[in-house]
């Protein structure tokens, strides 16, 4: 009986590893792809005042993740804590896109929202799969 509970804890255990796993990394793809939205969107944002290009703005985010590690476990996480106000003065980040002017919370909140939405296999490129070989066995075998 007792090796039974231990296979069964065991597997729990690794089960709930598993999905650890798989939660961080959705997290992790989720906030990278947050990133990489910033840096293409050609939109303005103000940090304490001064304007950013998005390259810029994305460089100053990353970093903010890379500091704050294991710390930030989701992206809403991310958002929160990291891409919606200045850490030293507390002021809101804006982004301006064109002649709107949003709050960067709710604009990458609306992103995170649409990303999820979308089905993965759509935005992932497709791979070129190679024909399998046949083994080759020498004569004789």
Not at 64 to 73: D, L, T
Not at 94 to 114: N, P, T
């Amino acid at each position: 009986m007792t090796v039974r509970l231990l296979r069964r804890t065991a597997l729990a255990a690794g089960f709930g590893c598993a999905l650890a796993t798989n939660a961080a990394l959705a997290a992790n793809d989720e906030i990278d792809h947050l990133l990489q939205f910033v840096a293409a969107s050609h939109c303005t944002f103000v940090r304490n005042g001064s304007e950013y290009a998005a390259d810029k703005a994305r460089d100053h985010l990353a970093d903010k993740y890379r500091f704050a590690g294991s710390r930030i476990a989701t992206a809403e996480q991310f958002i929160e804590y990291l891409a919606t106000k200045s850490s030293l003065s507390g002021e809101p980040y804006h982004v301006r896109c064109g002649k709107q002017d949003e709050l960067s919370a709710a604009w990458l909140g609306a992103e995170l929202k649409r990303y999820r939405s979308t089905p993965r296999a759509a935005m992932m490129p497709t791979l070129e799969r190679k024909p399998s070989r046949e083994p080759v066995h020498a004569e004789g075998q």
